[in-house]
């Protein structure tokens, strides 16, 4: 059992509220991902279609009613906007709904939230979500300039920080206040590292060491090179609808046993205490609430490792550790395969690459892998719950979802 | 009775497929908005704040469960993204459900048709929509520039094409197929000015004669000054509640008879028949169905006026008129506020001002106002169902809205 914040047992209908209609069962009946890297041969349209495409013959549908695409940074480094008409029309869908849905590096498991939406409410019996992103076709400062977009432009952006620098911060104050030292992190490393080794998909598929991490480049003291997850291009896709419509046409499914988003502050100096990510907090507590479990009962946990400092604040936050504890998960080898609580069990941001608005979909894509038993030499053994959670910015926007095998 | 396309009749229920599950009745009980016009003292989360606050307060709530910001441009000319969390937080918000919805210049009804979705689902029962845009802090090349991001970048943008001229084609080509001149355009800006000055949120509040729309610049020909939108600052917002909410709380309401969405080729050179919007065509037929009505039922309408031959078109597309027939409703003075289909009663985007992403939920508001005989001397009388079109693109992205009052 993991210690921690343990919300109140529920159950999925007290997220239904004041009225007699119950929420549709919604399950992913198909996945589909492009490796993420350096795709400098395929445009956006391409990489979202790919991705979109293949979700959809995983799943047997031709002709889904509709697509929601996340993504951040199109706009900025592509000049190219309404992804939802352009990748549908390339797809092959022209016609069908879709709109883009953004919440910086959330925007992935947001387009998958809409997805949701669209099943739940009956509006829709079949629906794709996709997460696209391209970000090495521009100069790394260009790219790393869009991304304070994630932060407040005004109050941290205008005054020169970045968005390393913001996580520098974080994990500075972390290893002030709890006393730990920078290499106490190197476990979300080399976990994840060891992870993508056996992710056909993942941007780096090397191991690292220990030792590497502790002689890595620093970036931002005291965040450095192994800390920080790559940029790079790539898409994710999955294919939800409605579990009477899955059953009935017999098709496998994953269920999505709970959707959820909060928001805490953008900027930093507007949160009551920077080492707790209350929007993690109310994010988690509300998906624990509509699928009816407790932190403890997470077999596997997609956590947003952009750098490790978010690791251990996440887990913090979600209930999996005790404040100033979080770190002490991956210090404890909790966090491997074989672990209590497997943490990015396909490499994570760090090493499967963090394409940053299809990151999102990837988390959801890899825990769906696990749960249909195919993450092959990665596989988490029984597992039934996984956890995937999105953040947008420093712990502004917070999607989590929790996935549950159907027998 | 309006002549055209009349889609076979139907009830709400034609939206629910295969499954036992009724879609929840949703109705707007509040709206809010800031004129639109060149806001350089107020940043971006200024504007949506007094929108989302003002329509709180109209509906008389002080919690939402969530917030949708419709916004197209902010990462582009403010390196500014995740509003949702930016403006939830500034609204005093913070902790709720939050993100942007983005189908470039049909952002606005895109984030208003998430709303719409998290309370038909039954997922929430009150929720906040805004659109939100600022285009006047840069230049204005580099606002033209960005708004290119809503045509296809790698195929219309990179060969030279601005907007306006994407435009300038489609009218040039409409002038040749039907035999028209320029100047058959001009009642569809004339009503637009003549509507907008009783709209004190409206950019250009004084009327232009047909001499001065003959007269008007060229600026791509045969698109001049006066065929097209303002470019400006601004946020609309509505706050959506479930029909029984609203009853149960006594709140006051208009219904949401229809929410749809529908795609089209991005690039016009992608598309079989420039002068068909197909994306509207298949957008207002699900609208139509889902609200059970024909054209003729619409008392008024709120069309994406963006350029006049947008209007023409989108009359067409809708089965307002028949092909190349569009013109004729303006010239035959069908489109004033006493005509057989007021269009843009408050002054369309034309002369209220067109910030783009804000654009779809000014349209509703407008609409809104109508049902709820609250628009002063502009008020269409007897009017029980409006119509709004929020388009992304050249026809890209179509979102329609029906909305109803209630007696």
Not at 92 to 107: M, N, Q, R, T
Not at 300 to 328: P, Y
Not at 335 to 346: A, Q, S, W
Request: glycine residues 10%; contains cysteine.
């Amino acid at each position: 059992m993991l210690s921690g914040r343990a919300p109140r047992r529920n159950t999925a209908q007290s997220q239904v509220r004041g009225s007699a209609i119950k929420l549709r069962e919604v399950s992913i009946i198909g996945i589909g991902q492009t490796p993420v890297g350096e795709h400098w041969d395929k445009p956006l349209r391409i990489l979202g279609t790919e991705a979109v495409r293949a979700a959809m013959l995983d799943a047997g549908i031709e002709q889904p009613e509709a697509l929601y695409v996340g993504n951040m940074l199109s706009g900025q480094l592509l000049n190219q906007e309404n992804l939802g008409a352009l990748i549908a029309d390339h797809a092959g869908l022209s016609g069908i709904e879709a709109y883009k849905v953004e919440a910086a590096c959330g925007s992935g498991a947001a387009a998958f939230r809409t997805a949701y939406m669209a099943v739940a409410s009956g509006l829709c019996d079949v629906v794709v979500a996709c997460g696209v992103e391209k970000m090495t076709d521009t100069l790394t400062d260009e790219t790393a300039g869009a991304l304070m977009a994630a932060a407040d432009a005004e109050f941290e952006g205008e005054h020169g920080l970045s968005f390393v620098a913001i996580n520098a911060l974080l994990m500075q104050r972390y290893l002030y206040e709890f006393g730990y030292q920078r290499q106490d992190f190197a476990n979300f490393a080399v976990n994840a590292h060891r992870n993508a080794v056996n992710n056909p998909n993942a941007m780096f598929r090397k191991p690292i060491s220990a030792d590497a991490f502790a002689r890595s480049k620093m970036i931002c003291e005291p965040v450095s090179l192994l800390d920080s997850s790559g940029i790079g291009d790539g898409a994710a896709a999955a294919v939800l609808a409605s579990a009477d419509w899955a059953r009935s046409h017999g098709r496998r499914q994953v269920r999505v046993a709970a959707s959820a988003v909060a928001t805490d502050a953008v900027a930093l100096h507007d949160r009551g205490d920077v080492l707790f990510l209350r929007g993690v907090y109310y994010s988690a507590r509300k998906a624990y609430a509509q699928a009816g479990v407790a932190p403890s009962d997470i077999d596997l946990f997609e956590a947003h490792d952009a750098f490790t400092i978010m690791s251990a604040l996440s887990l913090e936050a979600n209930g999996f550790a005790e404040r100033g504890r979080g770190v002490r998960l991956a210090l404890d080898n909790e966090i491997t395969l074989g672990g209590r609580l497997p943490l990015c069990t396909m490499g994570g941001l760090k090493a499967r690459g963090h394409p940053v608005g299809a990151t999102g979909m990837y988390q959801i894509v890899e825990a769906a892998q696990q749960l249909m038993g195919l993450a092959g030499a990665n596989q988490v053994a029984n597992c039934r719950l996984a956890m995937t959670q999105n953040i947008g910015g420093s712990g502004a926007t917070v999607v989590s979802h929790i996935l549950e095998r159907v027998a």
